[in-house]
């Protein structure tokens, strides 16, 4: 298992924009994902990025959210638009050393964040 640490979660207003951090393994193949929970509610997987760039999102945040990774490749992102206060949640992200593929979901991941708050506030 990797260690994986989360940054950038905060508060903001319904409609701000917010971006997460973490970093990414020194791997040839791996799947980041970010996952995120709500109080009360399972663990929702909101998106996962490969080392091949094969990109996934979940239908709640299609057009609002964004998964990318820097040129240096040590971290990914999470850019979050246009928020809404269902977004509202404790954000993960998390890794496993394949591609990425098929659903996004808790279960194939292996590597675990401590996770970040997000409050979106109406």
């Known amino acids: 298992q990797v260690q994986l640490v989360e940054s950038g979660g905060g508060s903001v207003e319904s409609g701000g924009s917010l971006r997460l951090s973490c970093a990414a393994p020194?791997?040839?193949?791996?799947?980041m994902g970010w996952f995120r929970q709500a109080p009360g509610k399972e663990r929702e997987g909101v998106a996962y990025?490969?080392?091949?760039?094969?990109?996934r999102y979940a239908d709640s945040v299609k057009g609002r959210f964004t998964m990318s990774r820097d040129s240096a490749k040590k971290f990914v992102f999470l850019q979050m638009t246009s928020l809404k206060p269902e977004d509202t949640g404790t954000y993960y992200c998390a890794m496993r050393e394949s591609w990425c593929a098929g659903d996004i979901r808790a279960a194939d991941f292996d590597s675990w964040g401590q996770g970040t708050q997000v409050t979106v506030s109406s």
């Open positions: 990025l490969d080392s091949a760039y094969t990109t």
């Open positions: 020194e791997l040839f193949r791996y799947c």
